[in-house]
């Protein structure tokens, strides 16, 4: 049985069990409210409160099984699946032919047990008609209720579905868009080794053993939302390693970062996505090359993710590009409103690429998957 059947059958079982304990509740009630009426209106040359008591107890019980028979009826022939202007004949056709037994079961009880009234009085149908709408109305009571119950509960399983089916779009969502991530740095890095093939086969073997240290990251770090910051940090590392052998002397790289945060958790490619994004549009672009300097920091309850490269924004900036794009997307996805991602230009002809997302250690990531 898979987790899905599993699900469903709880759910069942946790529907009739309600579905029983508000049966019991209610006609109980009405059990003890009838009771009360009848003591407290009751003469002392009337019939015993123990007969009266037997009557009133068989009638519940009766309730129960004609209210348990309108509802097998209504599940069988999927009466609240059809249109208001076809089910509602069908319930009212049905309530008022329950009724009847129930209306029955009272004279006959009443003849006897109770001896209350005269049983030339109990026969009439004036009587007759008296009690059948006093049980039409405790039936149509009934339904009210069980319509209102079904109607709270189809609407709580609708929001449910919706939220498990939101759930699964997101997660499409992050595997589409990590899809999306990879083959853009994959093909960078590739290039970079195309041009060194020829140019220095030595630099280009080291590349290669770099590169497969690379793709087995992307690889495992697809089937994860999150990864280790020492993780993230090292696949970076190579990624700069490779390209500083197509950058030569134009590309320097400082790091800022304490080792106490080498066990916070961080979306994978996402400082790569940062480097990346700063090597192309900015390194790239100048002829004498430039720095770029990564800072990782904590700050209360968040982690900053900086990179800094020399460089200029265009006049009208954009976080559209494939690359922060998804990474904001990403995020978005992640962490809702307690992430943000900033790019801006600052003193001195340097960009500033920052992400801010709430600090996490690996080990509270397992301990939830372990509950």
């Given at each position: 049985?898979?987790?899905?059947?599993?699900?469903?059958?709880?759910?069942?079982?946790?529907?009739?069990?309600?579905?029983?304990?508000?049966?019991?509740?209610?006609?109980?009630?009405?059990?003890?409210?009838?009771?009360?009426?009848?003591?407290?209106?009751?003469?002392?040359?009337?019939?015993?409160?123990?007969?009266?008591?037997?009557?009133?107890?068989?009638?519940?019980?009766?309730?129960?099984?004609?209210?348990?028979?309108?509802?097998?009826?209504?599940?069988?022939?999927?009466?609240?699946?059809?249109?208001?202007?076809?089910?509602?004949?069908?319930?009212?056709?049905?309530?008022?032919?329950?009724?009847?037994?129930?209306?029955?079961?009272?004279?006959?009880?009443?003849?006897?047990?109770?001896?209350?009234?005269?049983?030339?009085?109990?026969?009439?149908?004036?009587?007759?008609?008296?009690?059948?709408?006093?049980?039409?109305?405790?039936?149509?009571?009934?339904?009210?209720?069980?319509?209102?119950?079904?109607?709270?509960?189809?609407?709580?399983?609708?929001?449910?579905?919706?939220?498990?089916?939101?759930?699964?779009?997101?997660?499409?969502?992050?595997?589409?868009?990590?899809?999306?991530?990879?083959?853009?740095?994959?093909?960078?890095?590739?290039?970079?080794?195309?041009?060194?093939?020829?140019?220095?086969?030595?630099?280009?073997?080291?590349?290669?053993?770099?590169?497969?240290?690379?793709?087995?990251?992307?690889?495992?770090?697809?089937?994860?939302?999150?990864?280790?910051?020492?993780?993230?940090?090292?696949?970076?590392?190579?990624?700069?390693?490779?390209?500083a052998v197509r950058f030569e002397d134009r590309l320097h790289v400082h790091w800022n970062m304490p080792s106490e945060l080498n066990g916070a958790v961080v979306p994978p490619m996402l400082l790569q996505?940062?480097?990346?994004?700063?090597?192309?549009?900015?390194?790239?672009?100048?002829?004498?090359?430039?720095?770029?300097?990564?800072?990782?920091?904590?700050?209360?309850?968040?982690?900053?993710?900086?990179?800094?490269?020399?460089?200029?924004?265009?006049?009208?900036?954009?976080?559209?590009?494939?690359?922060?794009?998804?990474?904001?997307?990403?995020l978005q996805l992640l962490y809702g409103s307690k992430a943000s991602v900033v790019l801006e230009s600052i003193p001195e002809n340097r960009v500033r690429a920052a992400v801010t997302l709430p600090l996490?250690?690996?080990?509270?990531?397992?301990?939830?998957?372990?509950?």
């Amino acid at each position: 049985m898979n987790t899905d059947q599993g699900r469903a059958l709880g759910q069942r079982a946790r529907i009739r069990r309600s579905y029983w304990i508000c049966q019991a509740a209610g006609w109980s009630a009405m059990f003890l409210l009838q009771v009360a009426g009848e003591d407290a209106l009751r003469i002392s040359s009337g019939p015993p409160l123990t007969r009266v008591m037997l009557v009133l107890g068989v009638f519940c019980v009766l309730g129960v099984v004609v209210t348990h028979a309108l509802y097998l009826l209504m599940r069988r022939r999927r009466w609240l699946q059809l249109p208001v202007r076809k089910a509602w004949p069908r319930l009212v056709l049905a309530i008022a032919l329950a009724t009847v037994p129930l209306t029955g079961t009272t004279i006959f009880a009443n003849l006897r047990f109770v001896h209350a009234v005269p049983p030339h009085d109990l026969l009439r149908p004036r009587t007759f008609i008296v009690l059948w709408a006093n049980h039409l109305v405790i039936l149509v009571l009934w339904m009210a209720l069980y319509l209102a119950a079904h109607e709270f509960r189809r609407r709580r399983l609708a929001e449910v579905n919706a939220l498990r089916l939101e759930l699964v779009a997101q997660d499409a969502q992050l595997r589409g868009l990590r899809a999306q991530l990879n083959p853009h740095f994959l093909f960078n890095c590739l290039n970079s080794l195309r041009e060194l093939i020829l140019e220095n086969p030595e630099s280009a073997q080291r590349m290669v053993t770099q590169l497969s240290g690379l793709l087995r990251y992307s690889l495992q770090s697809n089937q994860a939302e999150l990864v280790t910051l020492s993780e993230e940090v090292q696949a970076v590392k190579d990624y700069l390693d490779l390209e500083a052998v197509r950058f030569e002397d134009r590309l320097h790289v400082h790091w800022n970062m304490p080792s106490e945060l080498n066990g916070a958790v961080v979306p994978p490619m996402l400082l790569q996505t940062l480097v990346e994004n700063a090597l192309k549009h900015g390194i790239a672009r100048r002829s004498e090359g430039g720095d770029v300097t990564i800072t990782v920091r904590p700050e209360n309850s968040l982690i900053h993710l900086e990179v800094i490269n020399s460089g200029n924004l265009p006049e009208n900036p954009s976080l559209n590009g494939i690359g922060l794009k998804n990474a904001r997307t990403r995020l978005q996805l992640l962490y809702g409103s307690k992430a943000s991602v900033v790019l801006e230009s600052i003193p001195e002809n340097r960009v500033r690429a920052a992400v801010t997302l709430p600090l996490t250690a690996a080990e509270a990531i397992h301990e939830s998957a372990a509950g």
